[in-house]
């Protein structure tokens, strides 16, 4: 493939760069005061300012490949722009680009009856709305997701859904209007066809968001990752995405593009890290040589960025294998990627952590911050263990004959 940007990426590039360095990075702290001074689950005032302009400028909804509502780009020219904004940690929701709203939005696209993207895909699309997607559950090892036991049982016209989710992300955001849930509808059915996807507006009687779970000591306000239970939540039995029992069809779909956003956000995030790394230890002397000549650092800083390289290249090319043969087929170079993306942006971040020394663990810099979430990466749209074990399967499958 060929890894050069298109002039249209290029001039995106450019404009969502330096919207970033204009608008974003230097409002960073704005956001994070006002979170502090005001109700930290009310939406920010500087974030929704920043959409508007964001909007004004073009530079709305650059994700949704393969849809006349997104800005027409594949998966390999949305890379770099994903990767710019996740330099920041309120990059993407400026753009209309964050998670969990962008892999809904697929879903809708993708999924959804025209009811349903009348109704909720048009105010996401807006950006008037948010949404949050209600997969993981408390009471069973949610690594293996067929293991889900939150119930809907259809009566008559109706689901009525009981059960509970955790680390519904966005779920505590007042602009949270509607989670797609995932639970079991038939477990008479065979392993992978038990299960289906629900639209469940948040506001339905019976749904409670029981409390916000801190991520590391981070509450991640306004959006948060809530505890959510169902009881007797009644929704109309046309809310079922594609079918009875698709659940996971519909996961195959969605989960890929979102595994690939989180990859390149982390690389943003990497980047960030590295150039922090490389100020600090440069403007910095101890025992009279500046930190960058001391010890290994300089070697620290050559791996990072080899390692950034490296990443961003498996990333581009699970990103052109999801483009050109699809998601299905691009399995295993989606499970490569979320594996490494984060695992070497911690890496990184941690190296950046040690040579700012006390600094690099406070609030005084995001490097902590970015730690955390990274490190949360490893666990979210599933653990490296199970990317890991996806991908050994498929290279054993090459070598094995079928089992009879």
Not at 151 to 174: F, H, L, M
Not at 233 to 258: C, D, K, M, T
Request: net charge negative.
């Amino acid at each position: 493939m060929d890894f050069g940007y298109s002039p249209k990426v290029k001039e995106l590039r450019e404009r969502v760069d330096a919207f970033m360095q204009e608008h974003v990075f230097p409002n960073e702290h704005v956001f994070e005061q006002q979170v502090a001074e005001g109700d930290r689950w009310q939406p920010t005032a500087i974030v929704e300012e920043l959409k508007e302009k964001a909007k004004a400028a073009g530079l709305w909804n650059l994700f949704l490949p393969e849809s006349e509502l997104g800005a027409g780009l594949t998966n390999v020219e949305y890379a770099p722009l994903a990767e710019l904004m996740g330099r920041s940690h309120i990059g993407s929701e400026v753009f209309n680009c964050s998670a969990p709203d962008t892999g809904n939005m697929e879903v809708l696209v993708r999924y959804g009856t025209e009811e349903h993207k009348e109704k909720w895909l048009k105010p996401l699309l807006a950006g008037e709305i948010r949404s949050c997607f209600g997969m993981t559950e408390p009471g069973v090892a949610s690594s293996d997701a067929t293991n889900m036991q939150a119930r809907a049982v259809r009566e008559g016209d109706e689901w009525v859904i009981n059960g509970s989710k955790w680390w519904t992300s966005g779920a505590c955001d007042p602009r949270c209007k509607i989670m797609i849930f995932m639970g079991l509808t038939n477990p008479d059915a065979p392993r992978h066809q038990q299960h289906s996807m629900i639209l469940v507006p948040m506001d339905a009687p019976g749904l409670k968001v029981v409390r916000p779970l801190p991520v590391f000591g981070y509450d991640d306000a306004p959006h948060g990752h809530a505890e959510v239970t169902f009881e007797n939540v009644r929704v109309p039995y046309s809310n079922v995405l594609l079918g009875e029992g698709r659940g996971f069809e519909i996961a195959q779909g969605r989960l890929g593009p979102g595994r690939i956003h989180h990859c390149m956000r982390s690389i943003g995030c990497a980047e960030r890290a590295l150039a922090l790394m490389c100020k600090r230890s440069t403007e910095r002397e101890a025992f009279g040589r500046p930190i960058a000549r001391l010890g290994g650092n300089i070697d620290h800083i050559a791996d990072s960025r080899i390692e950034i390289n490296q990443a961003r290249l498996l990333t581009l090319n699970a990103a052109y294998m999801m483009d050109t043969v699809g998601n299905k087929v691009a399995k295993s170079e989606i499970a490569q990627i979320k594996v490494v993306a984060p695992n070497v942006a911690l890496r990184v971040i941690d190296r950046a952590i040690q040579m700012h020394g006390g600094a690099g663990v406070s609030e005084d810099f995001p490097l902590a911050y970015m730690y955390a979430m990274q490190r949360t990466l490893r666990l979210a749209d599933g653990p490296d263990e199970v990317h890991r074990a996806s991908i050994g399967k498929i290279e054993l499958g090459r070598m094995l004959p079928p089992r009879s």
